[in-house]
């Protein structure tokens, strides 16, 4: 149980398109996700907290007009990354906490690549 | 502010030997910790988590990590390693104003040599 999917694994894009990364809950249904951003070899960094609903909240420094969130569901959460360009290529990761849960445990999808030519 | 520590960027050990990955963190109140390993291209997996209780924790693929109050330590810790154990490892700790936020350390890969 307790599985996240993220759509698309990868994707290469070019400079000034936008991508719409997807983050699914499977087997549960999530209040909350969340979603980060990995450089190479460093940790992740939350960009915002998405609740079901109601509108993100963006973490300092994130661009809410670059990275637009919606929670449309208690299953889904997608990431927009709009006018892309080269120095928005990263490890892009979104978490999912289920309903209810006692201890904030989060559960993590596989991640999404992007790549902005 | 709560932070955690990960002194080392990497972790040698040989097959069937114990691993030690440290972490010691940073917090002003009784910590939420949590251990993640990370595998090439993929996202987190939960290993294991110390919210209160006894300070050794047991966790997913034979891992433990002991929480010791006085030394702000959460090691992670493996009585015999495995190659495939290879991987990233993140310790993280849960915000204390915002239960939602976890603060991750910045990784230790470990590499277990056969």
């Known amino acids: 149980g307790a599985v996240v999917s993220q759509h698309p694994s990868w994707v290469i894009c070019k400079s000034g398109t936008s991508v719409k990364i997807e983050c699914r809950s499977l087997?549960?249904?999530?209040?909350?996700m969340f979603w980060y951003r990995q450089f190479p070899k460093q940790s992740l960094m939350l960009m915002a907290t998405?609740?079901?609903?109601?509108?993100?909240?963006?973490e300092q420094g994130v661009e809410k007009d670059k990275f637009l969130i919606n929670h449309a569901s208690l299953t889904l959460s997608t990431l927009t990354v709009t006018s892309a360009h080269p120095e928005d290529s990263s490890f892009y990761i979104c978490?999912?906490?289920?309903?209810?849960?006692?201890?904030?445990?989060?559960?993590f999808g596989p991640g999404t690549r992007l790549t902005v030519l | 502010a709560q932070s955690v520590a990960q002194p080392e960027d990497q972790v040698n050990v040989a097959e069937g030997n114990p691993l030690t990955v440290k972490c010691t963190y940073s917090?002003?109140?009784?910590?939420?910790l949590f251990w993640y390993v990370q595998y090439p291209n993929r996202g987190l997996q939960f290993l294991l988590k110390?919210?209160?209780?006894?300070?050794l924790v047991k966790g997913s693929y034979g891992f433990e990590a002991e929480f010791n109050k006085s030394q702000t330590s959460f090691h992670l810790k493996k009585p015999s390693a495995l190659v495939s154990d290879s991987a990233l490892y993140f310790c993280?700790?849960?915000?204390?104003?915002?239960?939602?936020?976890?603060?991750f350390g910045s990784g230790t890969k470990l590499n277990v040599k056969p």
């Open positions: 993280a700790v849960r915000s204390l104003y915002n239960f939602n936020k976890f603060y």
């Open positions: 998405s609740n079901e609903g109601s509108k993100a909240t963006y």
């Open positions: 110390y919210i209160t209780g006894d300070n």
């Open positions: 917090v002003s109140g009784n910590p939420y």
């Open positions: 087997d549960f249904q999530a209040t909350t």
């Open positions: 978490s999912a906490k289920r309903a209810g849960a006692t201890y904030n445990e989060q559960f």
